[in-house]
C-alpha cells in the first residue's frame, strides 16, 4: 500500500486504508481547505475524479445567523463541513473534531451519520441534532444552523441550572493539608 498524502488528526482509518480488494484501482490525493491541520484524504479513481461506486446527496444548509441557504453535493463518505469548504461554501466551525457545538445543526430532513460526534449527546441526536465537520450525509439533507450556546444549554444547561456550588471551606482544608 502506498500512501501519498501524510495522515491528520481529521482523517477516519478507514479512508487511510483501503480494502486490499480495491487498492489496485484506488490512488490518494490531497485537497486543500482552510486550514493545513485538516486536509481531507480523498480517495479517487486513476482519472482523478470521486469513485461512481459512493452514493452523493444533495445538502440544504439554511444558515440562520447570516440568512443564507448554502445547496451542494456531499458523497456519503465525505464530511459535510470539508466538502462545503471544498467548494468554498463558509459554514461555522470551531474545532473540526466533533468534540464542541460550534458547527451544530438541527435536521429538519433526511439523516447523517456522525459516529464521531462527541459534541452532541445521544439524547440531542434522538432530538435531530447533528455536527456538520464530522457528519457524513446518509440520504439527501436539509438542515438548519444554530446558535453555538444554545446547544451548549441544551446539552449541559441542566447541570448548570441548579445554581452556584457550595463553597465548602472544610474540604478545601483538607483537600490544601493533602498537599
Known amino acids: 500500500m502506498n500512501l501519498r498524502s501524510p495522515c491528520t488528526l481529521s482523517t477516519p482509518l478507514h479512508r487511510l486504508f483501503p480494502s486490499p480488494k480495491s487498492s489496485n484501482s484506488l490512488n490518494f ?18 482519472s482523478g475524479s470521486h469513485s461512481q461506486s459512493v452514493p452523493t446527496h444533495k445538502v440544504t444548509v439554511r444558515d440562520r445567523k447570516r440568512g443564507l441557504v448554502h445547496e451542494f453535493f456531499v458523497p456519503e463518505d465525505q464530511y459535510i463541513l470539508h ?32 459516529p464521531e460526534a462527541l459534541g452532541i449527546s445521544a439524547e440531542l441526536k434522538s432530538k435531530g441534532y447533528a455536527l456538520l465537520c464530522v457528519g457524513y450525509p ?12 444554545e446547544v451548549y444549554w441544551l446539552q449541559f444547561g441542566r447541570y448548570f ?14 483537600a490544601m493539608g493533602d498537599e
Do not use: M, W
Open 29 to 46: 490525493r490531497r485537497r486543500t481547505t482552510s486550514s493545513e491541520l485538516q486536509t481531507p484524504v480523498e480517495l479517487t479513481g486513476r
Open 161 to 174: 441550572a441548579r445554581g452556584p456550588i457550595e463553597r465548602d471551606d472544610y474540604a478545601l482544608e483538607l
Open 83 to 114: 466538502t462545503a469548504e471544498s467548494q468554498n461554501i463558509s459554514l461555522p466551525f470551531a474545532c473540526r473534531h466533533g468534540c464542541c457545538t460550534s458547527c451544530a445543526v438541527r435536521v429538519k430532513s433526511g439523516q447523517i451519520r456522525q
Open 138 to 149: 446518509s440520504s439527501d439533507i436539509d438542515v438548519e444552523t444554530q446558535d453555538e450556546d
